[in-house]
């Protein structure tokens, strides 16, 4: 089942965060707990681990794009897996 990952709320008064950098890239397996990206608040910077196994299937927020919390950042999926209902 695809899991779609979004921008995680890191602290009560957070509303949204800026992500730095991608650390894995579309393809690559992902295995749950590895870290997938840093994203910057007003009061930090942090990597951002998987909750899930799979693979990367699909970036939708680049590198430098501030977004609000819980946006969808990308699809961990199975490799063959149909995410369309997803996007």
């Known amino acids: 089942m695809a899991t779609i990952v979004k921008m995680p709320k890191m602290g009560a008064t957070m509303k949204e965060g800026k992500l730095t950098g991608w650390l894995v890239k579309e393809g690559d397996q ?49 490799e063959d897996e149909d995410i369309s209902s997803v996007l």
Do not use: H, M, Y
């Open 30 to 78: 992902i295995e749950e707990g590895d870290a997938l990206f840093e994203v910057e608040t007003d009061k930090l910077t942090n990597e951002v681990e998987a909750d899930t196994s799979g693979v990367l299937r699909k970036i939708l927020v680049q590198e430098g794009e501030t977004v609000p919390c819980q946006t969808p950042l990308a699809i961990i999926a199975d």
